[in-house]
Nanobody
């Protein structure tokens, strides 16, 4: 069973930065995408950023130009660099991995890490 563990969340002032990390407990084969989602209180979980096996990236409009997703295949890790943070970025951030070994889809989720942006 693969486990994803996020780290790097915390309390930061508006305009500040945080770097989230997500580590897989073991190698994941045939990764299709690695992504970060977030869920604010009372809201649905939303996609923040995704990176494909070919390193193509997609960002939510609300974070474009401020957040950067990256991955380290050798370490089975994905990162989210968050700059110019705003109060509306406050949420629990979740790491997600989609893999398709042998054409069968697997989805893995982390337990989430809290990001709070407040003065």
């Amino acid at each position: 069973q693969v486990q994803l563990v996020e780290s790097g969340g915390g309390l930061v002032q508006p305009g500040g930065s945080l770097r989230l990390s997500c580590a897989a407990s073991r190698s994941i084969f045939r990764i299709v995408t690695m992504a970060w989602y977030r869920q604010a209180p009372g809201k649905e979980r939303e996609l923040v950023a995704t990176i494909t096996s070919g390193d193509s990236t997609v960002y939510a409009d609300s974070v474009k130009g401020r957040f950067t997703i990256s991955r380290d295949n050798a370490k089975n890790m994905v990162y989210l660099q968050m700059n110019s943070l705003k109060a509306e970025d406050t949420a629990v951030y979740y790491c997600h991995v989609e893999s398709r070994p042998g054409g069968i889809r697997f989805d893995y989720w982390g337990q989430g890490t809290q990001v709070t942006v407040s003065a």
